[in-house]
């Protein structure tokens, strides 16, 4: 039993790096986090004085700190415009696996540039190693553990707050010829036919129907939709679109929002499936 369990770890490792994520592309979610956080850098920097910042006797003390939050909102920033454009060089969907290095990506920026900071603004001492390893262990790991909480709770807030202004999920979808390229965002698309060496994707561009056929399998197609659900073999749908399922066990059909027909249900496919992705992915 237990070397079973240890033989299904690399298993479920894998399927947690490519577990699926929403990738908001707005800017917005970066400059309110990472204002929101280097505010609350300089705010105990400033007020509660940690680690002898109260005997610093360098000239204008309290702009020279104010840097630390300028270190954190371009890390923020320089991090969220190389995920944005590895998306859309790479035309991949973004997954645990890439949040995680993006998040150790981010770290390490953060714990570089406040420690350049540090040495050639405020002390005004030379970079080294042995510094730059004393920083590290002494204060910027004390401060990761304090910041990450309020960290990921001002993330959630954020997006609550800023509603439509922290931006939509964005998709690339992407075929074997080399203009077949399309982005949009996730919730308007609506289904995917595959016919014979060809996928014809319908999506809904500024609210009313339209349509794009790519040289792909809908295998292909699929692969780059984490939410879409293939209710047939022929057929991907946006579970969020579903309004109704219609017919008997031999022959079903699923209604859409945007959809100009009935799209066919396989009667092999559990439509447990479809009413579990329809309460997870909520209205199109």
């Known amino acids: 039993m237990a070397v079973s369990t240890l033989a299904a770890i690399p298993s479920h490792v894998r399927a947690f790096l490519r577990r699926p994520l929403r990738f908001v592309d707005s800017w917005w979610l970066p400059i309110g986090l990472g204002t929101t956080i280097g505010a609350v850098l300089v705010f105990s920097i400033v007020f509660l004085e940690p680690m002898g910042t109260d005997r610093y006797t360098g000239s204008y003390p309290t702009l020279r700190y104010m840097g630390y939050g300028l270190c954190v909102l371009g890390s923020f920033l320089v991090v969220h415009a190389l995920a944005r454009a590895w998306l859309e060089r790479r035309r991949r969907v ?25 040495c050639l603004v405020i002390n005004q001492v030379p970079v080294t190693f042995d510094g730059w390893f004393g920083f590290s262990t002494r204060i910027a790991a004390p401060y990761l553990l304090l910041l990450t909480p309020p960290a990921l709770l001002a993330r959630r807030a954020l997006i609550a707050v800023l509603g439509d202004r922290a931006g939509e999920e964005r998709i690339v979808l992407t075929g074997r010829n080399q203009g077949d390229r399309l982005r949009l965002p996730a919730s308007d698309f609506v289904f995917a036919e595959a016919e014979q060496n060809y996928v014809t994707i319908h999506f809904l561009r500024r609210g009313e129907p339209d349509r794009r056929m790519f040289r792909a399998t809908l295998a292909q197609i699929e692969d780059q939709l984490p939410a879409a659900l293939r209710v047939h073999r022929s057929y ?43 309460s997870e992915a909520g209205p199109g």
């Not at 949040?99 to 900071?117: G, Q, R, T």
């Not at 799209?263 to 992705?277: D, G, H």
């Open 94 to 118: 973004w997954r645990m696996g890439h949040e995680l290095v993006a998040l150790v990506l981010l770290i390490l920026l953060i714990f570089n540039s406040c420690y350049a900071w540090l």
């Open 236 to 278: 991907l749908v946006h579970p969020g679109r579903v309004r109704a399922v219609e017919g008997n066990a031999r022959k079903r059909t699923a209604r859409l929002d945007g959809a100009d027909r009935p799209i066919p249900v396989s009667p092999n496919f559990e439509l447990a499936r479809l009413e579990a992705a329809m």
